[in-house]
């Protein structure tokens, strides 16, 4: 019975991911056409990123400033996992509330690579100790995904939900 309700719970997980994967990108490209609407061809946006990070706020607007793509993985110890090249931010964004989640809530994605694919336990807790790493630095309203790639291709995924500090794999 809670294999099942597991499995139920990562295919929600994987569909959720997919569902902010489609947004993101889907609002991405419409950004990207209305900005070009409105400057002309010879001026390339530029991109402003502070040094030090904003703190993740939920305001009275019910909105959240997310610290940088580079802060967050600059402050993972990838030292400590040896089995993983550095990661990457694959997503990171503000979600509206869902079926399963009630409240907005911050997703994040972290894709790295295995350098060493021998021992599954040790990769294993590897990706489930950059996921706390990851949760200490989005907070707890968070829900971290950390896709461990095989030569490119997803082989492993650890998840964590929303003020839950249960590690799923």
């Not at 305001?59 to 089995?83: A, C, E, K, R």
């Not at 100790?129 to 095989?150: H, Q």
């Not at 997803?154 to 939900?161: A, D, L, N, Y």
């Amino acid at each position: 019975m809670k294999l099942g309700l597991v499995i139920l719970i990562l295919i929600l997980l994987i569909i959720l991911a997919i569902g902010i994967f489609l947004f993101s990108n889907n609002h991405f490209q419409n950004n990207v056409i209305n900005n070009n609407k409105s400057t002309n061809d010879s001026t390339i946006p530029s991109i402003i990123v502070s040094k030090s990070p904003p703190l993740l706020v939920n305001n009275s607007n019910n909105s959240f400033m997310l610290p940088t793509n580079d802060y967050v993985i600059n402050h993972i110890n990838w030292s400590l996992y040896p089995n993983l090249n550095t990661g990457y931010i694959y997503l990171s964004e503000v979600c509206e509330p869902n079926e399963i989640v009630t409240h907005k809530f911050i997703g994040v994605e972290i894709l790295t690579e295995i350098k060493d694919t021998n021992n599954v336990t040790i990769i294993k807790n590897q990706l489930g100790k950059v996921a706390k790493e990851t949760r200490k630095l989005y907070g707890p309203n968070s829900a971290i995904c950390i896709l461990g790639t095989d030569h490119g291709i997803v082989s492993w995924t650890v998840t964590m939900r929303v003020y839950d500090d249960i590690i799923y794999y």
